[in-house]
């Protein structure tokens, strides 16, 4: 089965930047989908984006619309989430999750298989 292994989390400040990277061990991201979800102690999981199969759709939710970029490089096998513009309610874990299909996935049906996380910390 595939494992989406994250990285890039860390201990930043607000209005800092951080590049999560996900790669696919035992396996591909090619033809699916890749989606980034967060949580946060005592808050639903929340799907923040989504990113197609080619990268030439994403979706954002609402929270880091502006600030969050999405991008892969399918010859690398890797996808990336840019965070700009950190707040303190951006600190969570993030996890990248593989698509069922080759659209951007936006609801919790869509993913497959999912990382171990990357803790994200901004202080204020």
């Known amino acids: 089965q595939v494992q989406p292994v994250e990285s890039g989390g860390g201990l930043v400040q607000a209005g800092d930047s951080l590049r999560l990277s996900c790669v696919a061990s035992?396996?591909?991201?090619?033809?699916?989908?890749v989606g980034w979800f967060r949580q946060a102690p005592g808050k639903q999981r929340e799907i923040v984006v989504g990113?197609?199969?080619?990268?030439?759709?994403?979706f954002y939710a609402d929270s880091v619309k502006g600030r969050f970029t999405t991008s892969r490089d399918n010859a690398k096998n890797t996808v990336y989430l840019q965070m700009n513009n950190l707040r303190a309610e951006d600190t969570a874990v993030y996890y990248c999750?593989?698509?069922?299909?080759?659209?951007?996935?936006?609801?919790?049906?869509?993913?497959?298989?999912w990382g171990q996380g990357t803790q994200v910390t901004v202080s204020s």
């Open positions: 999750a593989r698509g069922r299909s080759l659209m951007a996935p936006r609801t919790w049906r869509e993913f497959d298989s």
């Open positions: 035992g396996g591909t991201f090619s033809g699916v989908g």
């Open positions: 990113i197609n199969w080619s990268g030439g759709t994403t």
